[in-house]
């Protein structure tokens, strides 16, 4: 399996040796949030820590969180007031995730492709981005993190839901 990026911990704590390699930094990104598979309540995952996360590798130039009709309204505004863009989807969200993520690939200011989402589904996205010269990050959350999505990314953020022990960490 290929080596995590860093892993996310506890807001204020630091993991020892977690900064991106220096090609990497800098580098203009855009963030795809799959909402309904990562924005979960038991999860515990929060915006701000996958903004975070993302903002010592490099800069976000597109930032989108895709849920569906049933989003509770102090998600869309969590959403918005960090500064993301909400796109609320009738039904299923990865169609709408998927014409997201291309509308990036075809961006020639976006170098990086975000894709924060457990769902193997996306793996698509994941190997034409690469092919058309797009370095690739998938953000996840155990359970159920795929392990062919993180093999296929070129790097990998891991995010600690409030269920994961902290020893699991290191």
Known sequence: MKETLFKVLR?????VGAEPPKHVRGKSIGLIIDGPN???KEFGIKLEDIVEA??????????KVVLNQYAPQ????????????????AGDTDVRIAIEAMELIYNSDVEVIALATR?????PLINE????????????VEPGFS??????????????????ERANNF
Do not use: C, H, S, W
């Not at 998600?75 to 989807?89: K, S, T, W």
């Not at 769902?119 to 793996?123: P, Q, V």
């Open 11 to 15: 807001r204020g704590e630091k993991e």
């Open 38 to 40: 990562i924005l979960r």
């Open 54 to 63: 993302l903002e010592r590798i490099g800069k976000i130039r597109v930032a």
């Open 74 to 89: 102090g998600l869309i505004e969590a959403v918005v007031n960090q500064g993301l863009e909400p796109i609320i989807v």
């Open 119 to 123: 769902d193997a589904d996306f793996l």
């Open 129 to 140: 981005a690469k092919r058309r010269g797009k370095e690739t990050i998938a953000i996840g």
């Open 147 to 164: 392990v062919a999505l993180q093999n296929a990314a070129d790097y990998v953020i891991r995010m600690e839901g409030k269920g994961e």
